[in-house]
């Protein structure tokens, strides 16, 4: 089972911030937070992951809360090309790649 | 980011025949392979995790003679559906992971089988 719990859906409007919250509460000390994106009937694209700090790059941002059992991704501008399902993932080990249910992320004009 | 190429894209193949579904990292080496299915609708479901020169280790419930792994060399893997049948119609997705200090994995195109 994954060991992450999203929100099913969000809704964003267009131009504007998306923030994806995540919970990972059982998280352990040396494993990592990845974010991926899956556009409809393609494979998942890698967004960012992070340990402790937050990091950015030129996709998104992500948040990780100091006691790390949650965290947020944020697109700063969402497009409409930004609607997809956001899966956070926390593998055990940093070597089991299971997938939750994600957010399905829809960006209206 | 890295490339994974996945082969074929989509294959329709009759049932009772096998299909073979290449992944293939371009750029990197990659010491493990993850193999998924995904049905419509659903999230991905891990099906195996193959290291490099090593026999894969199948999820529970996976039956592991008859979706056969192999990942004989750092950037090639491949996954035998053996006797197709309609029920194992599905979106199959490969991922990779560098051997290197990245940690991401990175994920092929996906391939859609389709049984008749």
């Known amino acids: 089972d994954a060991k992450t719990t999203q929100p099913p859906s969000m809704d964003c409007a267009e131009g504007r911030a998306a923030n994806l919250p995540c919970n990972h509460s059982?998280?352990?000390?040396?494993?990592?937070v990845y974010w991926y994106r899956q556009i409809h009937s393609q494979g998942p694209q890698y967004i960012i992951h992070g340990l402790k700090n937050n990091e950015t790059n030129e996709m998104a941002s992500l948040i990780i809360t100091e006691d790390r059992k949650s965290s947020t991704l944020i697109l700063p501008h969402a497009t409409l090309r930004d609607t997809a399902v956001y899966y956070c993932i926390v593998p055990y080990n940093n070597n089991d790649m299971r997938f939750g249910a994600g957010t399905r992320l829809t960006v209206k004009p | 980011g890295a490339v994974v190429s996945q082969h074929p894209s989509w294959v329709i193949c009759k049932s009772g025949t096998s299909v073979k579904i290449e992944c293939r990292s371009l750029?990197?080496?990659?010491?493990?392979m993850f193999w998924y299915r995904q049905f419509p609708k659903q999230s991905l479901m891990l099906m195996a995790t193959?290291?490099?020169?090593?026999?894969?280790?199948?999820e529970q419930g996976v039956e592991k003679d008859k979706f056969l792994i192999n990942h004989a060399s750092l950037t090639l893997s491949t996954l035998t559906v053996t006797s197709a049948h309609p029920e194992d119609s599905s979106f199959y997705i490969c991922?990779?992971?560098?051997?290197?200090?990245?940690?991401?994995?990175?994920f092929g195109q996906g391939t859609r089988l389709t049984v008749v």
């Open positions: 991922s990779a992971r560098d051997r290197g200090i990245r940690t991401e994995a990175f």
């Open positions: 193959s290291n490099e020169g090593s026999k894969a280790t199948y």
């Open positions: 750029d990197f080496q990659a010491t493990t």
């Open positions: 059982t998280i352990s000390g040396n494993e990592y």
